[in-house]
T-cell receptor, first 112, second 113 residues
Framework: AQSVTQPDIHITVSEGASLELRCNYS??????LFWYVQSPGQGLQLLLK??????LVQGIKGFEAEFKRSQSSFNLRKPSVHWSDAAEYFC??????????FGTGTRLKVLA | DAGVTQSPTHLIKTRGQQVTLRCSPK?????VSWYQQALGQGPQFIFQ???????QRGNFPDRFSGHQFPNYSSELNVNALLLGDSALYLC????????????FGPGTRLTVL
């Protein structure tokens, strides 16, 4: 069955430190991959997406993600975290339809 | 340019009741999808509407039904509410049936008592 796994439920980092959020997928073929951010009481905002081509994808707010086919992973990174990055982050995938499969999310806490 | 809008923002119902949630897609979008996000979980796909027809459906019972209107707006109906239906319901809009980026609304928080 198709699935998306985010192994880390909670992550805490200090402001200014680097960040990496993990995402693994299980699909028959390479899916389209996404990272979304959700602040409390808000909807989902797209940070970046991967369809094909360059495996390092740049997104908004200084985020980037690297697609690794051999590891079935699409990890999100940021070199220096800001307090405003505290939120919940979701990895999602689709085989090409609008039926996205989401991971369970990683809640990021940023220490001042 | 208005994004995806949803109403109401919050809703409280009791078990056994019926509820209708509404979604207006982003301007120029004609496809609407609905997701259920339970507390502490990622969103789960309910169904997708295009040209006023349900095109894809996730693993949800028939108590969950929907409708799309000629102006592309959409309703999600849930009958015989259960406590487990308490969740944030997200609407997403996009263009056409071939994949394009989805834009999500802020959601409707449904509480079933």
């Amino acid at each position: 069955a198709q699935s998306v796994t985010q192994p880390d439920i909670h992550i805490t980092v200090s402001e200014g430190a680097s960040l990496e959020l993990r995402c693994n997928y299980s699909y028959g073929a390479t899916p389209y991959l996404f990272w979304y951010v959700q602040s409390p009481g808000q909807g989902l905002q797209l940070l970046l997406k991967y369809f094909s081509g360059d495996t390092l994808v740049q997104g908004i707010k200084g985020f980037e993600a690297e697609f690794k086919r051999s590891q079935s992973s699409f990890n999100l990174r940021k070199p220096s975290v800001h307090w405003s990055d505290a939120a919940e982050y979701f990895c999602a995938a689709t085989s090409g339809t609008y039926k996205y499969i989401f991971g369970t999310g990683t809640r990021l806490k940023v220490l001042a | 340019d208005a994004g995806v809008t949803q109403s109401p923002t919050h809703l409280i119902k009791t078990r056994g009741q019926q509820v209708t949630l509404r979604c207006s897609p982003k301007s120029g979008h004609d496809t609407v999808s609905w997701y259920q996000q339970a507390l502490g979980q990622g969103p789960q796909f309910i169904f997708q509407y295009y040209e006023e027809e349900e095109r894809q459906r996730g693993n949800f019972p028939d108590r969950f039904s929907g409708h799309q209107f000629p102006n592309y707006s959409s309703e999600l109906n849930v009958n015989a509410l259960l406590l487990g239906d308490s969740a944030l319901y997200l609407c997403a809009s996009s263009v056409g049936l071939s994949y394009n980026e989805q834009f999500f609304g802020p959601g409707t928080r449904l509480t079933v008592l």
